[in-house]
């Protein structure tokens, strides 16, 4: 089956760099997503990485997939007050034939001054 | 255009009342989701349409729960007999078929008292 797993919270300074952290199972998955949930609104793509890749950047965002562990990681560099949400990483894969994403539970990220 | 929409924003609702939610894509995606998000938790898959094929409706946590969807357009999903455990934030999402990004609306937070 699958399963998605993230710590709960992640506190950072300011301008410094923030690695949200997450686990899958699922050995099919084919994309890997970060979203980003800022509170009273829905959920806002950050950015994906399709399973063949190792790595990849956008402006402030990295992305790093270490397929054999199953592990993810989000590094958001220049980290910013308004930065602060929860963030889901994400799988999609087409076991059972479907084409739905399997959401961890979220890391909530608190930006301090 | 608009993005995704969803009504009502909030419902309150007495247990064992039936509720229906609406959830309206973006023109032109074929591909609709419904999620639940509870308090604290991950999204969770619920049901999947994709333009005339038969709904996944893998997710679905019991036959209280339904939706329908007219062509590639509105969607509704119903609650029957709501329970207490049924309270969470329901969100749906469009895509553009074999496009990875789904579209988020805002969510319906229904509370069942």
């Known amino acids: 089956g699958e399963d998605v797993e993230q710590s709960l919270f992640l506190s950072v300074r300011e301008g410094d760099s923030s690695v949200i952290n997450c686990t899958y199972t699922?050995?099919?998955?084919?994309?890997l997503y970060w979203y980003k949930q800022e509170p009273g609104a829905g959920l806002q793509l950050l950015t994906y990485?399709?399973?063949?890749?190792d790595m990849k950047q956008d402006q402030r965002l990295t992305v790093l997939l270490n397929k054999k562990d199953k592990h993810l990681s989000l590094r958001i560099a220049d980290t910013q007050t308004g930065d602060s949400a929860i963030y889901f990483c994400?799988?999609?894969?087409?076991?059972?034939?479907?084409?739905?994403?399997?959401f961890g539970t979220g890391t909530q990220l608190k930006v301090e001054l | 255009g608009a993005g995704v929409s969803q009504s009502p924003s909030n419902k309150v609702t007495e247990k064992g009342k039936d509720v229906e939610l609406r959830c309206d894509p973006i023109?032109?995606?074929?591909?609709l989701y419904w999620y639940r998000q509870r308090l604290g938790q991950g999204l969770e898959f619920l049901i999947y349409?994709?333009?005339?094929?038969?709904?996944?409706k893998s997710g679905l946590p019991s036959d209280r729960f339904s939706a329908e969807r007219t062509g590639e357009s509105v969607s509704t999903l119903t609650i029957q007999r709501t329970q207490q455990e049924d309270s969470a934030v329901y969100l749906c999402?469009?895509?553009?078929?074999?496009?990875?990004?789904?579209?988020f609306g805002p969510g319906t937070r229904l509370t069942v008292l």
């Open positions: 994400a799988e999609r894969s087409f076991t059972g034939g479907g084409n739905k994403l399997t």
């Open positions: 349409f994709q333009g005339n094929s038969a709904p996944d």
């Open positions: 999402a469009s895509s553009l078929p074999g496009v990875n990004e789904q579209f």
């Open positions: 023109s032109g995606h074929t591909a």
């Open positions: 990485i399709f399973s063949n890749m």
């Open positions: 699922d050995s099919s998955s084919t994309y």
